[in-house]
């Protein structure tokens, strides 16, 4: 066994890549060789490559609880997946495969387990999606960002440890994300993020309305990919963009409000960053509706507002923004208060004692 040597894996959406470089990179700079598995052409391997971890990408497939013709061919991939895994990780000999979720992780956590290689999944979200709940099987502790999602899991082997948060995200400066974007007015920013792979619904409503928005903020529209509408690329005080990566940190430092989806990392950073959040969580028609419970649990603490995709109008946007700005003070206190636990102080030692 190679001394040292930690495989990462998760993709699939950014959410299920950006906690692990928050691991990654304590685990390096205490000498640990990380190696990250990922899928072909998936978001991770940008996202991965640009932090110079050495990436690996297999084939990966969907897993549906659906008809869908793609039903017969995934499977395939998924076996042709772990076959790539298990060369893999039998040429890297890592003491641990750290896996953070999404359909590439299943392969490369059936491969770990053939290897005898120990596994540890963490769950973002409050119930666990289908591939960590096949994950769980082969794992051999799983940590959870809600504590409300303890009950889901094996109680000999779940462990609360909260979310991961990139360290950048807190070096943010303002002056320079108002610079990046060209905002010289003084009206407050308010950045809207459709999840880290866009969302039509909300990215159509926001243009409905935007004179009225631009009228009293600065808006930064994070649309996803292929989302960037050419005929508002003029707009006085609106930026569009597809996906933001370095300038990120900055653009929250100096964003006043914001409007998400209820994807588990991106509001756990925005509580930890304390920025007022009305929060637009995918539907339960499009998902199994975790960010609805995300987001029902962040408004039940006063952490956020909540606008249901279904409830989603011209009218009723307006009207909770008017909300978020009125009860900012309320939010931003209540989330003063809120006492979150040493996430990666108890990730890293809970991963070192289980590597050795
Ligand atoms: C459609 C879908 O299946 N969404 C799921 C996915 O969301 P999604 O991939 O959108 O994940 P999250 O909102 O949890 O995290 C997104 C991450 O990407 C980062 N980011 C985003 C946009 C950007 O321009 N730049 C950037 O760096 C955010 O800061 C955050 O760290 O995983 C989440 C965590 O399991 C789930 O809660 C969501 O339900």
């Known amino acids: 066994m190679k001394k040292n040597k930690i495989v990462f894996t998760g993709g699939g959406s950014a959410g299920h890549v950006t906690p692990n470089i928050a691991i990654m990179n304590k685990l390096k700079a205490k000498g640990w060789d990380i190696t990250y598995i990922g899928s072909r052409k998936g978001i991770e391997e940008d996202i991965i490559t640009k932090e110079n971890i050495p990436f690996h990408g297999i084939s990966s497939g969907k897993l549906r609880r659906y008809f869908d013709w793609k039903n017969f061919s995934d499977p395939l991939k998924i076996m042709k997946g772990a076959m790539e895994a298990y060369f893999i990780l039998r ?53 959870v960002t809600f504590d409300e999602t303890l009950k889901h899991f094996p109680s000999d082997r779940v462990l609360f440890t909260g979310s991961p948060i990139r360290e950048e995200l807190f070096k943010g400066r303002e002056a320079e994300g108002r610079a990046w974007l060209g905002f010289h007015e003084p009206k407050p920013i308010l950045t809207i993020m ?44 609106y930026k569009q963009f597809e996906y933001i990566s370095d300038e990120l940190p900055d653009i929250l430092a100096a964003s006043q409000y914001i409007i998400s989806r209820a994807g588990a990392n991106s509001i756990f950073e925005f509580l930890a960053l304390r920025k007022p959040m009305l929060l637009i969580p995918l539907s339960r028609a499009a998902s199994r509706g975790d960010q609805i419970l995300n987001a029902n649990s962040f408004e039940k603490k006063g952490f956020a507002k909540v606008l249901l995709e ?7 946007l307006s009207a909770k923004i008017q909300e978020l700005q009125k009860e900012k003070e309320v939010l931003v206190g209540n989330m003063e208060k809120d006492s979150a636990p040493n996430t990666l102080e108890i990730i890293l030692s809970e991963i070192i004692k289980i590597a050795k």
């Open 194 to 237: 459709g999840g880290s792979l866009g969302a039509k619904k909300i990215n159509e409503t926001v243009r409905k309305i935007l004179p009225t928005l631009t009228a009293s903020f600065q808006i930064v529209h994070i649309c996803g990919k292929g989302n960037v509408d050419q005929s508002f690329q003029n707009k006085k005080g």
């Open 310 to 316: 279904e409830e989603l109008n011209e009218t009723s």
């Open 91 to 143: 040429k890297e000999k890592p003491r641990v495969v750290f896996s953070k979720g999404g359909f590439v992780t299943v392969p490369v956590v059936v491969a770990a387990k053939m290897l005898k290689i120990p596994v540890i999944i963490h769950e973002s979200d409050i119930t666990p999606g289908l591939a960590n709940k096949i994950a769980t099987k082969f794992a051999t502790k799983v940590f």
